[in-house]
Every structure is written in C-alpha cells, then in structure tokens.
C-alpha cells in the first residue's frame, strides 16, 4: 500500500481509538444505571460481559431520582432556565451586534474589544462581584439570578456581528430608502437571511446554561431553584456515593443537549464556518 491508501486507515483507526474513549464511559454509565446499587462495582474484576451488561436490571435508580430527589422540578429549573436564556440572549446580543454594525457611534469600537475582552475572562474572577451585584438587585435566590447575567454574552455578539458583517448592505440602503425602519430592518430582513447563526448562537447559550454549575451554586440557597448540575454534586452522602441514582441522572442529563445537538447540528457547523471561527 502507498502512502496516500496508508493515511486514511491510520486516521479510522485514531477516530475509532478516540470514540472508544470517549463512549466507553458513557456506556458504563448507562449500563450501571440500571443496576442495584451494591452491584456497580460488584463484577469489575476480572472483566467479564457482566461487567457491561447488567444481569439484574432495575429502574430503581430512575424511580428514586423523581420520587425522593425532586428531579422534576430540577429538570424544570434546567430547561426553564436554558429556554429563557436562549430566548433572551438572542434577541439582545443580535441587537448589540446590529447596532456595533450599522450604526456609528463614539467609542465603538473601543467598546467591541471590551466585549471581546468579557469572554476571555474566566467566570472565576467575576463571581463574587457578579454575586454583589445581583445580591443589591434582590434577586438572589431566584429565577432572575440564573438568567439575567447569562443573557449578555461578547462570543455570541461577536458571532452576530461576523454574520451581520457578510450581508450585502446595499440591502440595507434600499430598504432605507423605501421607508423601513431599523427595527423593521432588524427583524424582516437581518435576522431571517441570519438562520443558521441564530441557531449556532442559541446552541451555544443553551449548552453553557445546561452545563452551568459553579454560578447557580453560588446564586441560589433553595430547592426550588436547583439545576441539574447543582443536583448532580449532591450524590455523595455522609456515608457513599450513590452511584447508581448518580449514573442514571448523568445519563439524563446528557439525553437532552444530545438530541437538541444532533438535531440542529447543521446550522451549527454553518455558523461556526460563517464566522471564521475554529
């Protein structure tokens, strides 16, 4: 075999190296959620089929998490949070984006390298005074708290913005001159040829919402305000870890951004690819 037949075996054979990696976890997961729990562990050594496939399968584990751990009304919290989020950072980062565009104003562009510079922050260094100010809003505690500070997010303006820079603007210039107004411009015609970006954008929102953990453990002191991420810490009791209940709200933590993912995938590579991004 030459070289160039060569490459694309050993690159098959890296990529399926690689998906062993990464799934072989997620199929111990999913596989040990089914099991009782003083079986997790119970045939990992030697290795056998039973360590993969569990003998006494069980719903136990699913049972208890809605039963006795409230996980409705955490999945409730999660995909409310995630939804409005979504909803909200769209609308007001494409509105950021358009008028950082098409209007000029003093300062832009100094203020567009400090929104480039808010996303190159980790989230660590703005916690606490990110808590201070929420905390002398009052909304501590509270649906607002896990909402409002994600809605405004400088790497889905920036996103907007490369999108927006593509447009022809002698679009925008007709559309003027027949008496549209900004606003009208902004929701006929910028955000309708803008799909595939607005999709990208509120994947992006939604996947950091989901996966959001040391902000709502910070903002939020009740049960009625959990997330998932919060939810998933709470499984190592004084005792043991529960690993089974742990597995099992892993796993359907995971079902929803996959399917939400594959399902729209698409408009995310576009929007990736639209704006240059890597």
Known sequence: MNKNQKTP??????????????????FFAFSSSFRPLDEIFKYINPLTWKTFFPTNITLDAYISLFTERGFGRIFFNTIFVAFITVLFGIIFNSLAAFAFVFFNFKGKNLLFVIVLITFMIPFEVIAIPLYNVVDAFGMIDSYSALIVP?????????????SFLDLPYALIEASRVDGASWFKIYYKIIMP???????GAGLL???QQWESFMWPLIAT??????????????????YA????ELFAAAILGII???VVIL????????????????
């Open 9 to 26: 075996i050993i690159l098959y054979l890296v990529h399926i190296v690689l998906a062993f990696l990464v799934l072989f976890p997620l």
């Open 150 to 162: 994600a809605i405004a997010n400088g790497l889905v303006i920036f996103m907007f913005r490369q």
């Open 193 to 199: 040829l803008c799909k595939p970006i607005t999709v």
């Open 205 to 207: 929102i939604f996947v």
């Open 221 to 238: 002191r009740s049960d009625n305000y959990k997330v998932l991420q919060v939810a998933l810490s709470e499984f190592n009791t004084e």
């Open 241 to 244: 870890m529960i690993w089974n």
């Open 256 to 258: 929803v951004p996959v």
């Open 263 to 278: 399902c729209l995938q698409r408009y995310f590579v576009e929007s990736m690819t639209g704006t240059g991004m890597k």
